[in-house]
């Protein structure tokens, strides 16, 4: 099945306690890709880059068999991210933000990935996100992402985006920040009545939960040895997610909790390294691996 992802493509200048990085490739749809890309040959990007967007990025990510016909040159500069993380390495600072050629896009859906039956609205300005969505005619599961910028600023749009997801998979301190519930179980539940049917929460080194109105699943995170980068833990544990359910096209609530654990272990490879450097040598075998590491720890 194929998944068409709509999201950011940038150039991310991070600083962590153990390394600081210049103009990388980054972007919510790009680490999404990626990750998505380890399980299905079938990834459709919906984004913009500038003109300043260096080939050997558009190589890497056709490399991936990334369907790149949705990825628009726009005249101008790419957009770009700045933050940083201080020791614990718990949640980024936004340092910078520039929207460059995101600021005049309008996204174009090409027919050819029109009937995707996956959709994935990955962080961006949920405006682009709706436009996205109305323009998909036979999707069969539609998953958000968002981030604190677009709650505190757009949160009208995004309520009605959210509106039209199935599952929306959002961080604790954003769920506390969209709902004003402190406790992430009642920020959970509160956004099951915003409209999705389920939603994922993502708790960094506290791994993840997925709630319906009446299933409730809880994943640990993978124990890491060493974390060098948390950025886009978020988009790749997505693209593990969806690239699994998209690859097995199963949606039982069986097949999902599976899908939180590949999401769970694409994650921990994506923060061992910067940018999407841990992705440029990853293979199935450590991915199987991982996976079954976690089946183990918690079983009893
Ligand atoms: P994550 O760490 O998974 O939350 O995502 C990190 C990625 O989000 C970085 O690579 C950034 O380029 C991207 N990003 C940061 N701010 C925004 C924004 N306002 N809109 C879209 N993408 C963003």
């Known amino acids: 099945m194929s998944i068409v992802v709509v999201g950011s493509v940038a150039l991310d ?3 962590t306690p153990y390394g600081k990085v210049k103009n990388v490739l980054g972007g919510s749809a790009t680490y999404f890709s990626v990750s998505a890309s380890f399980f299905t040959g079938d990834v459709k990007l919906v984004a913009v880059i500038g003109e ?7 190589k890497f990510l056709d490399s991936k068999g990334i369907d790149l016909e ?4 726009a005249k101008g500069k790419t957009f770009r991210w700045a933050g940083r993380y201080r020791e614990n390495l718990s949640g980024a600072e936004t340092l910078a933000t520039e929207l460059n050629v995101f600021e005049n896009f309008s996204p174009k859906i090409p027919d050819s990935y029109k009937n995707a039956e996956y959709v994935f609205l990955a962080n961006i300005n949920p405006e682009l996100q709706l436009d996205v969505l109305k323009q998909m005619k036979n999707a069969k599961l539609i998953v958000c992402d968002t981030m604190n910028l677009w709650i505190a600023e757009r949160k009208e749009k995004l309520l ?3 509106k039209h997801v199935d599952i929306l998979i959002i961080n604790d301190a954003e769920a506390r920040q969209l709902t004003g519930e402190q ?3 009642m920020a959970a539940r509160k956004i099951l009545e915003y409209g999705p049917s389920r939603v994922v929460i993502k708790k960094g080194e506290h791994g ?3 709630l319906t109105n009446n299933t409730y699943f809880s994943s640990p995170a993978y124990p890491l040895k060493r974390v060098l980068d948390p950025t886009g833990a978020g988009d790749t544990f997505a693209g593990g997610f969806m690239g699994y359910l998209a690859s097995t ?3 039982s609530e069986q097949n999902i909790r599976k899908a939180i654990v590949y999401g769970t ?3 921990s490879f994506n923060v061992e390294d910067f940018s999407i450097n841990r992705q440029l040598i990853l293979t199935k075998e450590e991915i199987e691996s991982r996976f079954a590491e976690i089946k183990k720890i918690t079983e009893f």
């Open 70 to 73: 949705g990825l628009e040159k």
């Open 160 to 162: 009605e985006t959210i």
């Open 208 to 210: 993840a939960i997925t």
């Open 52 to 58: 300043d967007f260096p080939d050997e990025y558009i």
């Open 265 to 267: 272990v694409m994650a």
């Open 13 to 15: 200048s991070i600083e």
């Open 183 to 185: 406790k992430v179980d």
């Open 249 to 251: 096209d199963d949606l």
